[in-house]
């Protein structure tokens, strides 16, 4: 099965500073990388996802990388703000003949953005 | 435009017995997924249903079951809860079995 590990698991950052969130994956027939961030008391919510036949998507503040051979996807969060502070989560999903639907995810990521 | 809905927010039980934890999807998604989150952790994947139907199984036990209504809306059942049990239970919806997943805020599940 799929194995998703996330680094680092906490990370300061100054207010405006960048902030990076590494994840690696184990299946390297996963297809599907999403990232969520999830604020105290609430659920997960979808920031930003890329598929396996795209190398990099931004979103104003927010981009990802996906580098295939290295089994490796970042989320890069520019111009941080104190709103940003929150828990990331990295998830992959894994083509299986087109059985599989679940999502494995990352320990996750405690971001603190200092002002 | 509502988001995922879950009830109850928050539930205390004690070892050995059931709970039932209800989640209406997003509207226009047909498609919900329940994922267990213990503190500190990721979600992990516990079933999907489509179409009234189990898709997908996580590696959970069979005390673990679910439901899923013609309106979409879905149940997760769990018998015989055991201390282990306690953790935020998320539904997840959307579009279809393969497109991205819309969360709610959970049930913060307790058992004693």
């Known amino acids: 099965g799929e194995n998703v590990e996330q680094h680092p698991s906490t990370l300061s950052v100054q207010e405006g500073d960048s902030a990076v969130i590494k994840c690696t994956y184990s299946d390297s027939a996963s297809n599907y990388f999403p990232w969520y961030k999830q604020e105290l008391g609430k659920g997960p919510q979808l920031i930003i996802d890329i598929r396996s036949n795209v190398g990099e998507k931004k979103d104003q503040r927010i981009a990802v990388t996906l580098n295939k051979t290295a089994k490796h996807f970042s989320l890069h969060i520019t111009e941080t703000q104190p709103e940003d502070s929150a828990v990331y989560f990295c998830?992959?999903?894994?083509?299986?003949?087109?059985?599989?639907?679940?999502?494995?995810f990352g320990k996750g990521t405690l971001l603190t953005v200092n002002p | 435009d509502a988001g995922v809905t879950q009830s109850p927010t928050h539930l205390i039980k004690t070892r050995g017995q059931q709970v039932t934890l209800r989640c209406s999807p997003k509207s226009g998604h047909d498609t919900v997924s329940w994922y267990q989150q213990a503190l500190g952790q990721g979600p992990q994947f516990i079933f999907q249903y489509y179409e009234e139907e189990e898709r997908q199984r996580g590696n959970f036990p069979d005390r673990f079951s679910g439901h899923q209504f013609p309106n979409y809306s879905s149940e997760l059942n769990v018998n015989a809860l055991l201390l282990g049990d306690s953790a935020l239970y998320l539904c997840?919806?959307?579009?279809?079995?393969?497109?991205?997943?819309?969360f709610g805020n959970g049930t913060r599940l307790t058992v004693t």
């Open positions: 997840a919806s959307s579009d279809g079995r393969y497109s991205p997943l819309h």
């Open positions: 998830a992959a999903r894994w083509a299986s003949g087109g059985s599989n639907y679940k999502l494995t």
